[in-house]
């Protein structure tokens, strides 16, 4: 029960791309290295979430990436959802026949609330607070640069 | 982001363990059918629970499995972790050093607080409250009987 690689980078690549300044874009270079994503994921995880309409690729000289929509609007669940479809934290959450106990199983129950309240974590994550909160944290948190005598002497 | 099927098969074994008799014993053939669990899947997950002290193997002629405590004191929680490990919903949630992006990344908290709504969800869910919740549910709601004709006719 752990989110796949590509849905974690594809959430750090939207934080990143919300961060930049309104009608910024981003080139496929500059993106994997802010998000620190590996080239050889970076691929899939942008087109998955152009297929999705969370971000849009612009061709040209003045080409690259950028949000489709307001950062405001774009939550992680949308981002998970993008690249892992829609949350299933158990088989027996899917279509009505996906399990023949549900009409008696009280874990089903469980696993619905739990999906819900994870999902609900998820949504109420907006991309726009993301970007600013991490932009935050660098300026005020930045681990301090280690000094040439700790380096010699360590 | 989704439960294994050994834990999902490991739920259901420890809730119709939890709804027999005190002091009975469930044999490892009369569980794989009440808990419609494949029989290959049975002994793995047998082994990890009664690795994890949840339930006691018992010999002899009056052998078979039981809880290891009261079903009162076992969360669905612990079935889950019993199966899979702690509960870790990102990679960036292990130890200390498994992300370098901790100290600004926002996503970090969000995904704190959606594996603590999780987990809080799937500790509460007690066994003896989910075993008796399923046989009142098969006692009200069991589905009508398909009548002869119907089957005929259709």
Same mark, same amino acid.
């Not at 929509?69 to 939550?75: D, E, H, K, N, V």
């Not at 934290?89 to 399990?99: F, I, M, P, R």
């Given at each position: 029960m752990q989110l796949t690689r590509a849905a974690d980078y594809a959430v750090r690549v939207m934080i990143t791309l919300a961060g930049m300044p309104s009608g910024a874009r981003a080139s496929r270079e500059s993106l994997a290295e802010s998000a620190e994503v590996p080239s050889q994921f970076l691929g899939k995880v942008l087109q998955l979430l152009t297929r999705s309409q969370l971000i849009v690729s612009h061709r040209g000289s003045r080409g690259g990436f950028s949000l489709a929509?307001?950062?405001?609007?774009?939550?992680m669940l949308d981002v998970v959802e993008s690249i892992e479809?829609?949350?299933?934290?158990?088989?027996?959450? +899917?279509?009505?026949?996906? $399990? +023949?106990?549900?009409?008696? $199983?009280s874990a089903h129950e469980v696993w619905l609330t739990a999906q819900a309240v994870l999902s609900g974590v998820l949504s109420s994550a907006k991309l726009d607070r993301l970007a600013a909160d991490s932009h935050h944290r660098r300026q005020v948190s930045a681990p301090a640069p280690v000094r040439v005598e700790e380096i010699a002497w360590s």
């Open positions: 929509r307001p950062a405001s609007t774009i939550s479809g829609p949350i299933q934290l158990n088989v027996c959450l +899917g279509q009505e026949d996906a $399990c +023949g106990r549900r009409w008696f $199983c």
